[in-house]
């Protein structure tokens, strides 16, 4: 089982990123999928999720700026981020669970590499 995380880089503040989450080795349409974020030294926070059925859950902070959303069809979930501002500088992960699609990270077992995202004031 394998998650491939994609579309990280280099932006300026208000412009906008899209992150793409391909799980591959598992039958996706049952994971749900979420996304976290780290910055080093800081502790992995949670950014959003999304069930099976589509049902998504926000971290505050993402205050209408994110969009996550799902394509069963194509078997990846995308991350959408507008007015990103220096503080979404992170490298962003994306995790997968069959059975839960809440904040914390300890529930998710399956976990991909991240994409680093920088935004430049």
């Keep these: 089982v394998q998650l491939q995380a994609?579309?990280?880089?280099?932006?300026?503040?208000?412009?906008?990123?899209?992150?793409?989450?391909a799980p591959s080795g598992v039958t996706f349409s049952r994971y749900a999928i979420a996304w976290f974020r780290h910055v080093p030294g800081k502790a992995r926070d949670f950014v959003a999720s999304i069930t099976s059925s589509g049902g998504t859950l926000y971290a505050?902070?993402?205050?209408?700026?994110?969009?996550?959303?799902?394509?069963?069809?194509?078997?990846?979930?995308?991350?959408?981020?507008?007015s990103l501002i220096p503080e979404d500088t992170a490298t962003y992960y994306c995790a997968a669970d069959a059975f839960y699609a809440g904040r914390s990270m300890i529930e998710y077992r399956i976990w991909g590499q991240g994409t680093l995202v920088t935004v430049s004031s």
């Design 60 to 82: 505050e902070f993402v205050e209408g700026r994110f969009t996550i959303s799902r394509d069963n069809a194509k078997k990846a979930v995308s991350l959408r981020m507008d």
């Design 6 to 21: 994609s579309g990280g880089g280099l932006v300026q503040a208000g412009a906008s990123l899209t992150l793409s989450c």
